[in-house]
């Protein structure tokens, strides 16, 4: 029987998840199949039906439904709890589990970037305090990096995330980045910064050590302005696009029973489609 797999969101039409699951279907020859389907919130409990009769082997969950699907989920991991979101369902026997895989795809891609990251790394800086920056903590925590100093410009939403999540974590504002960054061994942006033309004032990049890793979950553009500035001055980058792309991985196992892999084939095959 084909197995089926979907990615839900409303609206759903600019996912590249069925481009990557696609892809992998066809490299592993397998009988099955991963569509982009529109629900609305309200079509979501029916949507869970569907899934509990068997319909679908799994799926990924996108905006804005990440948070909304707990409550319907029959179990959900303990990291997507402390992340606060859900973005893989994975149906057995009836039943719906909920993970997130976004905490995978960010560490899949510094482990492929840049494969020594984490050795010697004595602290980071985490750049925003919102949705992503969560499963970003989740991840250093995960790795056992202290600690991680969380900046934002609103130091209150900072200090909130830093108490909710179990970990090393301080809160700071944005201009905190120039006492910090000379003992920083990584910086991750997770904030919008960077889209749009948008751009970091007054992040004094010659501050980091020279062995400093830069890294964006922004992948549209591919380099943004923080990852060109950074390679300009002699850092390591590591590009966001491959977040994605390693996100996709647990979810296809699980769901298909093959583990894929984020080849540079596959990567030039979405970036075909930033248009950047
Ligand atoms: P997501 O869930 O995708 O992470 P979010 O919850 O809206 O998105 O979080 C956006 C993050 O980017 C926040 O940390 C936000 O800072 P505030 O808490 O001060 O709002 C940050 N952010 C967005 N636009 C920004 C800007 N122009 N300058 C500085 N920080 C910005």
């Not at 990924?60 to 893989?88: M, Q, W, Y």
């Not at 960077?194 to 992040?203: A, I, N, P, S, V």
């Not at 990049?205 to 964006?216: G, H, S, W």
Request: proline share 7%; hydrophobic share 50%.
């Amino acid at each position: 029987m084909s197995i089926k797999a979907f990615v839900i969101g409303h609206p759903i039409n600019h996912s590249r998840s069925p481009l990557i699951h696609g892809t992998w279907l066809a490299e592993h020859q397998i009988d099955g199949s991963y569509a982009a389907i529109a629900i609305a919130p309200d079509e979501l409990e029916p949507f869970f039906a569907r899934l509990r009769a068997g319909e679908f082997a799994g799926g990924n969950v996108t905006i804005p439904h990440k948070e909304a699907v707990f409550a319907l989920c029959d179990s959900v991991d303990p990291l997507a709890r402390s992340i606060g979101a859900v973005n893989t369902l994975v149906v057995t026997a009836g039943r719906v589990h909920g993970t997130n895989t976004d905490y995978l795809g960010f560490l899949g891609n510094l482990d492929a970037g840049a494969p020594d990251w984490s050795e010697r790394l004595d602290q980071a800086i985490v750049l925003g305090a919102g949705g992503a920056a969560r499963a970003v903590l989740v991840a250093l925590h995960s790795r056992g990096i202290r600690p991680v100093h969380v900046l934002n410009r609103t130091l209150d939403n900072a200090e909130q995330l830093a108490r909710s999540i179990h970990g090393p974590f301080l809160a700071h504002p944005l201009a905190a980045f120039a006492d910090l960054a000379p003992r920083a061994g990584l910086v991750v942006n997770t904030t919008s910064i960077g889209m749009h033309g948008t751009r970091f004032q007054d992040l004094d990049l010659d501050l980091l050590p020279p062995a400093a890793l830069v890294t964006d979950i922004v992948y549209v553009p591919l380099q943004t302005p923080l990852l060109a500035a950074a390679a300009a001055r002699g850092l390591r980058t590591v590009d966001g696009l491959g977040m994605l792309l390693h996100q996709a991985v647990p979810g296809f196992e699980a769901w298909f029973g093959v583990r894929p892999e984020v080849t540079p084939a596959l990567r030039a095959r979405i970036a075909a489609t930033l248009g950047s």
